[in-house]
């Protein structure tokens, strides 16, 4: 019965449902950019485009770590993940000019997580005319733009740093 909560048991029970099912475990995993919509890669972190966006420019940036989610971060990875942020708004601020943004991160299926086995910060540009924090995914006004050409665009943009 121990060993059934034993730390190595719950670390593989993590590691091996992950490949399969989360996005961004393929994404992480994958070294197709263009195909997964990844921006930009960190050592602790990465940052890809929304499939399903609130806005144009929408970006998720995780850990690539399975199965953890805000409170479970460490150290490097809560560091890497606010400069990532940082670094998307900069990079946001070039390409679209937002005229705002909302960070946040949505814990549990109830708060809207699509995949809430792998924690996530949101990044969604805002501008004066768009609709409110979580507009109807179907309003295809705020999305003029394809993800590969939006994707393309911000990891052209992406600040350099160091
Ligand atoms: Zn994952």
Same mark, same amino acid.
């Given at each position: 019965m121990e060993q059934l909560w034993a730390p190595w048991r719950l670390e593989y029970v993590q590691s091996a449902g992950?490949?399969?099912?989360c996005f961004f475990c393929v994404a992480a995993a994958s070294d197709d950019d263009e195909a997964t919509l990844v921006v930009h890669r960190g050592e602790h972190a990465f940052v890809l485009l929304n499939?399903?966006?609130?806005?144009?420019?929408h970006l998720l940036i995780a850990p690539y770590?399975?199965? =953890?989610s805000f409170g479970g971060l460490d150290e490097n990875e809560i560091l890497e993940i606010h400069r990532l942020g940082a670094q998307g708004l900069d990079a946001l601020a070039a390409t679209y000019s937002p005229e705002g943004y909302n960070l946040g991160w949505n814990i549990g299926r109830i708060a809207g997580?699509?995949?809430?086995d792998h924690g996530h910060l949101h990044v969604v540009p805002r501008w004066g005319g768009d609709t409110n924090?979580?507009?109807?995914?179907?309003? =295809?006004k705020v999305i003029p733009e394809h993800l590969a050409v939006t994707r393309t665009r911000l990891a052209a943009a992406w600040p350099r740093t160091n």
């Open positions: 992950k490949q399969d099912d499939k399903f966006p609130y806005a144009a420019g770590r399975h199965g =953890v997580a699509g995949i809430p924090f979580m507009p109807v995914l179907a309003d =295809v």
